[in-house]
């Protein structure tokens, strides 16, 4: 009986009798390479929205993370990632989470030379001008060292991306590219003279020339800040959305921190904040809204109207003002930490903590979103950049120990003290925090 001829058997007939050698080539599929393998006691994933309601935070046990080419390229449980790939080198976490790196919406960097000062007092009654007050005795160099260290404190505790807002903002870029942190930089542009701009001319002009500067950059953007709008002209404003809108220039406002801070922008244009955003036509889903405290049914209507992006501070008075459940799900929605002079140090755990589980999207990929990064960071997805922080759940809850399964990743993040368990930082695949010392970028 005939039977159909196929290879493999034929090599194998060959082999039995001695006509091929022993050592016959081996065909296997070609195998995706991995600079670095990071196995963890568990990955923090989102699960997918649902009726347009934000995406929330899960646990993946047991997995690892590939990086190679500054990218996360692998993801899945340890025995399938270790199989499928080539590793080149491998970093065992047992104990710990990994998390997307957070994103602070709102910081003020320079901050740090007057830490604390401002407790006790009015915040809303010119704290950039009050940092400026004391960065006037400092030198450039100086300057920077500081921003630099400010920098710093947020990749200890977790930050891999901020959006700041600081006066000095030159020497503030080149302080986040010295750290190797992601940053967005706002200009500060305001009409009132001070020590480090005259007039809201010269502030437009040096954010134009650092956005030319920064252009290509890969970790560092330019935006426009306003940090109060009771002390810029509507001609400025105008300026401002013609420049957002013509450069695609990101725009980030200090808006309604108070009623007073309301009263005093209404006193100078005749409306409120939003009104007067909403005429010159800044009011949208590109505008970073910080703050949004002081606010009435019509300012609600408005800011749902036109989805503005809205970020949350931790500060204690923002606590006391309306709550923020009139959201619509379609919101974009990030959080920061203000200033040092409150914060004590830019940690956004606490910002989280202040919020539960649902404060860990917008601290990451809301965050990107409110960027409009999301396709780069945000979340532990192939294909994103390898912004990652490692957590040691041990400095948590010291039952992982003891039985793994009581252990909650999630809700031992909103705990408090999560900032100290962070102990590796990862920007664009490159390792600025090992276990808890800070490296080179």
């Known amino acids: 009986m005939l039977t159909h001829w196929h290879p493999r058997r034929a090599i194998y007939d ?8 022993l050592k016959v080539p081996r065909y296997t599929r070609s195998m995706t390479s991995i600079d670095l393998l990071i196995k963890a006691h568990s990955v923090l994933q989102f699960d997918s929205p649902h009726d347009g309601a934000k995406p929330t935070p899960r646990v993946e046990a047991d997995w690892a993370l590939g990086i190679k080419d500054r990218h996360i390229v692998a993801l899945g449980p340890h025995a399938e990632i270790a199989a499928e790939h080539q590793v080149s080198a491998t970093l065992e976490l047992p104990n710990h989470l990994l998390m997307p790196g957070l994103i602070n919406l709102q910081s003020h ?3 740090i030379i007057d830490r604390g000062d401002s407790r006790g007092v009015d915040v809303f009654s010119g704290p950039l001008g009050a940092i400026d007050t004391s960065a006037a ?8 060292a500081a921003a630099q260290l400010a920098f710093t404190e947020m990749l ?5 991306t901020c959006a700041d807002m600081s006066l000095h903002s030159e020497w503030v870029a080149k302080a986040a590219e010295a750290s190797g942190i992601h940053a967005q930089i706002s200009v500060p542009v305001s009409d009132d003279h001070n020590a480090w701009t005259h007039g809201a001319q010269q502030a437009l002009d040096r954010a134009l020339a650092m956005h030319d500067t920064y252009a290509h950059h890969p970790r560092i953007g330019i935006a426009i800040g306003l940090p109060d709008l009771s002390k810029i002209d509507h001609a400025t404003l105008v300026k401002v959305a013609t420049y957002a809108l013509e450069l695609n220039l990101g725009v980030q406002v200090l808006l309604h921190q108070s009623s007073a801070h309301v009263l005093a922008v209404e006193k100078r244009h005749g409306c409120n904040g939003i009104q007067l955003l909403e005429q010159v036509g800044l009011l949208g889903p590109s505008l970073q809204a910080v703050h949004m405290n002081a606010l009435d049914d019509d300012d609600i209507a408005l800011l749902r109207h036109h989805r503005v992006a809205l970020v949350r501070c931790h500060h204690p008075f923002e606590n006391q003002m309306r709550r923020w459940d009139w959201l619509s799900p379609a919101q974009p929605l990030a959080l920061g930490t203000g200033g040092y002079g409150l ?4 940690d956004l755990f606490r910002s989280i903590e202040r919020h539960g589980s649902s404060g860990i999207f917008p601290a990451t990929l809301g965050g990107a979103e409110v960027m409009g990064l999301d396709e780069n960071i945000g979340s532990l997805v192939t294909g994103k950049l390898a912004d990652i922080i490692a957590a040691d759940l041990r400095i948590l809850d010291a039952r992982i120990h003891a039985d793994t399964a009581l252990v909650d990743p999630i809700n031992l993040l909103t705990q408090g003290r999560a900032s100290q368990a ?11 925090v090992r276990n808890r010392q800070i490296t080179s970028p």
């Open 14 to 21: 060959a082999l039995k009798r001695g006509f091929l050698p």
């Open 109 to 111: 960097a320079l901050g």
């Open 137 to 144: 005795v400092l030198a450039d160099e100086e300057l920077m």
């Open 156 to 160: 200890m505790a977790g930050t891999t």
């Open 343 to 346: 914060n004590y140090y830019a």
């Open 422 to 432: 962070v102990t590796h930082v990862w920007v664009a695949g490159n390792m600025r």
